[in-house]
Structure formats: structure tokens, C-alpha cells
């Protein structure tokens, strides 16, 4: 439980950071690009027996690089849809997309053991949660909605979360351990990054000021050890990835709803209220209690 409250913690601040970038004059696509390099380091500094990688079979490892595209790609597709649909239906696409990996982790891999009724009571109270503590959608005049984009951003979170639970339970031993598997999906990443910001720089769509390059920093660190502690989290479950994803991604919101209320005096909702209350429910389920 204290690697998944440490994930949860770690991924909060990353929200944070995001939430500073207005202030300082950050552009967020650049931050988030570079931020893979700087978590690299981080798992190298952390084991530098790591290198050089034990790279798996080369099935395999096209996973595992494509994984690390994956990341890039979801990060691509969100803020492209956010642009085009908004924030609160790109975010309730995001959230909702945990039901992909749950799905397929309880019925096609069956790496989620017995279903109890304590575990199925705890998802339908975590779903429910997850509904009511994402942004209100609303209609908007003149705007219609993309439908496509916002099915891409559902698909694409929710199969990136699956691939990620199902390489972490095949290839971490083959590999060397945590961090080697994780230097491997970042490797995918870095290179996914660079094409994209030759590609935007080349289009004139970045603008680079030091603070961008800088913020990657204080992004990248928090961003290494969610990861971390988030497989650590699966290792502990025994790989149970759709009590540990829904756990996490819940807790994540309702962490990040009570520390904008805290910290940023964001009012919450009757309706975001209803949702920390079923979230804590739903939890408490989920482990048993």
C-alpha cells in the first residue's frame, strides 16, 4: 500500500507543477518532451548497473519502445482534443478510459485473481466516483464536438495503461528489474519526444524560453518516481492491474480535487463532494476493508 500512496503522492505533484506553469511563463508541450531525458537520468543516477540494457526478444522490445511512443502519443492526442472539444470532455475520456485495462485485466489476461464481491462493489463505486469527480460537460454554442478525437484519447489511455500492467508482469525479471524496464519504455519516449519537438520546432508551433527547458527539471523527477512506485504497486498486488490502476487513477483525483481545495482555494462541488465520498468507499472495497 505505501508504494501506491507514494505513486499517488509523486503524480499529485506533477499536477502541481502544471498548475506553475502559467505563472512562470512555460510552455507545457516543451516541459513534458523534455522531461523523459531527465527521468532517464533519474533511473540511471538510481542504478548504473543498469547499462548496458538486457533488451528482451525483439517482439518484445518493439513493445516496450512502442509503449514508450505510447506515452508521447496520449500526451499529443489529449492536448490536440483539448484545443477542439475542451478540457472537461477530454478529461471525462481520459478518466473513463480505465475501464479498457480493468476490462481486459479481469476477463482476457485474468491477472485480477477472484472476483469477489467486495472487488466488484469497489470498481462500480470507483467508476461512479471517477464520473462524478471529472469536469461537468456542458454544450457549448457553435461548438461540436469531435467524436473521433475524443474516442482516440479514451482508446489510446486506455490501451497504453493495459500495455504497461501487462510488460511490467511479463518482462520486468527477464530484464533486470524495475528501473532497467523502465530506462527501456523511456528510450521509447525520447525518441517519440525529439521527432516531435524537430517537427514543431521546424513548424514554428514552440516557442523555447529557458523557464520551458528548466521546468522539465521539477516535471521529470515526481513523473520517474510515479512510474516507479506505481510498479512497484503492481509488483506488490501481484500484478493485479485492475484493483492497483483503479486505486491509483482514483486517488490521483481525489488527492489532486482535495489539494486544489487546499492549496489553490478551488471551491469544490456538490457534485465533485459525492464523488470523494464514493471514492472512499470505493477504496476501502477494493482493499478489502
Known amino acids: 500500500m505505501l508504494y501506491l500512496i507514494l505513486s499517488v ?36 543516477l538510481n542504478q548504473p548497473s543498469a547499462l548496458p540494457l538486457q533488451w528482451p526478444a525483439s517482439t518484445d522490445t518493439a513493445l516496450m519502445i512502442a509503449m514508450g511512443i505510447g506515452f508521447v502519443i496520449t500526451f499529443l492526442l489529449s492536448g490536440f482534443s483539448t484545443q477542439k472539444n475542451g478540457m472537461a470532455p477530454t478529461s471525462l475520456a481520459n478518466n473513463i478510459s480505465l475501464v479498457i485495462p480493468v476490462l481486459i485485466n479481469l476477463f482476457i489476461l485474468k491477472t485480477g485473481g477472484e472476483i469477489t464481491w467486495s472487488i466488484a462493489a469497489g470498481l462500480a463505486f470507483s467508476f461512479g466516483a471517477i464520473y462524478f469527480c471529472s469536469p461537468k460537460v456542458s454544450s457549448t454554442a457553435g ?23 501487462y510488460l511490467n508482469s511479463t518482462l520486468t525479471a527477464q530484464v533486470g528489474g524495475t528501473l532497467p524496464f523502465i530506462m527501456m519504455l523511456l528510450i521509447g519516449s525520447m525518441a517519440g519526444s525529439a521527432l516531435v519537438l524537430i517537427w514543431k520546432s521546424v513548424n514554428g508551433t514552440l516557442h523555447w524560453n529557458r523557464n520551458s527547458v528548466l521546468a522539465s527539471i521539477p516535471l521529470g523527477l515526481p513523473n520517474f518516481f510515479s512510474f516507479y512506485f506505481l510498479l512497484k ?30 492549496f489553490f482555494k478551488e471551491r469544490l462541488s456538490q457534485r465533485q463532494w459525492i464523488g470523494l465520498g464514493l471514492g472512499c468507499v470505493g477504496i476501502a472495497l477494493l482493499n478489502g476493508l
Open 9 to 44: 503522492v509523486f503524480s499529485v505533484l506533477l499536477l502541481v507543477n502544471f498548475r506553475a506553469h502559467a505563472r512562470f511563463q512555460v510552455d507545457t508541450r516543451i516541459a513534458i518532451l523534455l522531461n523523459y531525458p531527465v527521468c532517464f537520468l533519474t533511473a540511471y
Open 143 to 165: 461548438v461540436k464536438p469531435v467524436v473521433s478525437l475524443l474516442l482516440a484519447v479514451f482508446v489510446a489511455y486506455g490501451l497504453t495503461n493495459t500495455l504497461f500492467s
Open 233 to 262: 504497486a503492481l509488483d506488490a498486488y501481484q500484478n493485479n492491474a485492475a484493483v492497483v490502476l483503479t486505486m491509483y487513477n482514483l486517488s490521483v483525483i481525489l488527492l489532486s480535487a482535495i489539494a486544489a481545495y487546499v
